[in-house]
Nanobody, 123 residues
Framework: QVQLVESGGGLVQAGGSLRLSCAASGRTFSRYAMGWFRRAPGKEREFVAG????????YYTGSVSGRFTISRDNAKNTLYLQMNNLKPDDTGVYYCATSLFAGSRRITDFSSWGQGTQVTVSS
C-alpha cells in the first residue's frame, strides 16, 4: 500500500496559480498511474487529471484542460498539479490517488488516497 500526502493548497484570488504536490512512500511509485480528484462543497468527488506511470500520458477533465498541468517526478516519488488561471469553481479539497489502470477516471479504479489539501479561490 502506498502512503500519499498532499500539500500546496491555500487561498488564492481568481486568475491566480497554485502548485499542489503529492509525496508518496515506497519504492514502487512508478508502477502506478496517478490521479488528482477534487470535492467541491456539497458535491461528489470528481476526477481532475491523470498521468501514466512513466509520465508520458496525461489526461484531464474538460473544465481544467488548458489551465492545469499534471506531472510527476518518479525519482522523487512526487506527483504535481500546476493550476493556473484559477476560478472560484475550482474551490474544493484536492486528493491524489494511485491506480493500476492507466487512463482511468473512475474513482473505484483508484486504491490509495491522500488526506486532501484545501484549495479556495476567491472571486
Amino acid at each position: 500500500q502506498v502512503q500519499l500526502v498532499e500539500s500546496g493548497g491555500g487561498l488564492v484570488q481568481a486568475g491566480g496559480s497554485l502548485r499542489l504536490s503529492c509525496a508518496a512512500s515506497g519504492r514502487t511509485f512508478s508502477r502506478y498511474a496517478m490521479g488528482w480528484f477534487r470535492r467541491a462543497p456539497g458535491k461528489e468527488r470528481e476526477f481532475v487529471a491523470g498521468i501514466s506511470g512513466s509520465g508520458g500520458t496525461t489526461y484531464y477533465t474538460g473544465s481544467v484542460s488548458g489551465r492545469f498541468t499534471i506531472s510527476r517526478d518518479n525519482a522523487k516519488n512526487t506527483l504535481y498539479l500546476q493550476m493556473n488561471n484559477l476560478k472560484p469553481d475550482d474551490t474544493g479539497v484536492y486528493y491524489c490517488a494511485t491506480s493500476l489502470f492507466a487512463g482511468s477516471r473512475r474513482i473505484t479504479d483508484f486504491s490509495s488516497w491522500g488526506q486532501g489539501t484545501q484549495v479556495t479561490v476567491s472571486s
